[in-house]
C-alpha cells in the first residue's frame, strides 16, 4: 500500500514568510508525528498527534511553529514568520496508534526540505 | 533530558569487512529501535529490540539490547555496497511516553567496493 507522503520535497522561502508543509499519513494510521532533521543530525522530535488532537507538542521550538490534523488524517506544519536556523528536513511519520506500554513502528515519509533564504 | 550517543559518527569499511556501531541512552529505555536511511533518503524501519539481553537476526545485521536496557549495538557481517546509509538508534521517553522517539546521531556508513 502507499507509504506517508509528504508536500512539497521542497520549499525556498524567504526570511520572514509564512510556508505550509503537509503530510499524508498512511490509511488506517491514527498516530501522526512531526520530526525535523537537521544536516548530520538524527530526528529531532515536534508534535505528535493522536486523532485529531496534538497529544504532545513539547518539541516545538517556539510559537511560530504550529500544527494541525482537523479530521485526524492529514496533517499540516505551519510556521510563521521563518527564519533562517528553519532550514532542515521536516520529517512525518505515522502509525497504527501509540498504545500503553508499547512503541509502534513509525513509518516515514520522504520529507520536505525547507530552506529559507 | 534523555540522551541517546552513538559510536562511531563516521565508518568507512571495505566491502566484506565486518561493520559495528554502537548506541547508549543516558536514561533506561523500554524499548530500543534501529532505523537505516540511506543518503538523500528518510529513516526506515529495520528493528525493534524490547527484552533486556536480546539479540536478534536479520540476515547480515545482528542486534543486541543490553542487559541494562541502556545500550545496543547493531553488527553487520561482510558488509556490501547496499548496506551504506546512515544507521539510527532510537529510544522512546521524555516525560514517560511511549511514543517520543528520541534519536542518536546516527553512524555513516561507506562501503568501498
Known amino acids: 500500500g502507499a507509504g506517508v507522503s509528504q508536500t512539497p520535497s521542497n520549499k525556498v522561502t524567504e526570511k520572514g514568510k509564512y510556508v505550509e508543509l503537509r503530510c499524508d499519513p498512511i490509511?488506517?494510521?491514527?498516530?501522526l508525528y512531526w520530526y525535523r532533521q537537521s544536516l548530520g543530525q538524527g530526528p529531532e522530535f515536534l508534535i505528535y498527534?493522536?486523532?485529531?488532537?496534538?497529544?504532545?507538542d513539547s518539541g516545538l521550538p517556539n510559537d511560530r511553529f504550529f500544527a494541525v490534523r482537523p479530521e485526524g488524517s492529514v496533517s499540516t506544519l505551519k510556521i510563521q514568520r521563518t527564519e533562517r536556523g528553519d532550514s532542515a528536513v521536516y520529517l512525518c511519520?505515522?502509525?497504527?496508534?501509540?498504545?500503553?506500554?508499547?512503541?509502534?513502528?513509525?513509518?516515514f515519509g520522504p520529507g520536505t526540505r525547507l530552506t529559507v533564504l | 533530558g534523555q540522551q541517546v550517543m552513538q559510536i562511531p559518527q563516521y565508518q568507512h569499511v571495505q566491502e566484506g569487512e565486518d561493520f559495528t556501531t554502537y548506541c547508549n541512552s543516558s536514561t533506561t529505555l523500554s524499548n530500543i529501535q534501529w532505523y537505516k536511511q540511506r543518503p538523500g533518503g528518510h529513516p526506515v524501519f529495520l528493528i525493534q529490540?524490547?527484552?533486556?539481553?536480546e539479540v536478534k537476526k536479520q540476515k547480515r545485521l545482528t542486534f543486541q539490547f543490553g542487559e541494562a536496557k541502556k545500550n545496543s549495538s547493531l553488527h553487520i557481517t561482510a558488509t556490501q555496497t547496499t548496506d551504506v546509509g546512515t544507521y539510527f538508534c532510537?529510544?522512546?521517553?521524555?516525560?514517560?511516553?511511549?511514543?517520543?522517539?528520541?534519536f542518536g546521531k546516527g553512524t555513516l556508513l561507506t562501503v568501498n567496493p
Open positions: 498527534f493522536q486523532g485529531t488532537g496534538a497529544a504532545d
Open positions: 490509511s488506517g494510521h491514527t498516530a
Open positions: 511519520a505515522s502509525s497504527l496508534a501509540s498504545r500503553a506500554g508499547r512503541t509502534d513502528t513509525q513509518y
Open positions: 529490540l524490547v527484552k533486556s539481553g
Open positions: 532510537a529510544g522512546p521517553g521524555g516525560g514517560g511516553s511511549n511514543y517520543k522517539l528520541t
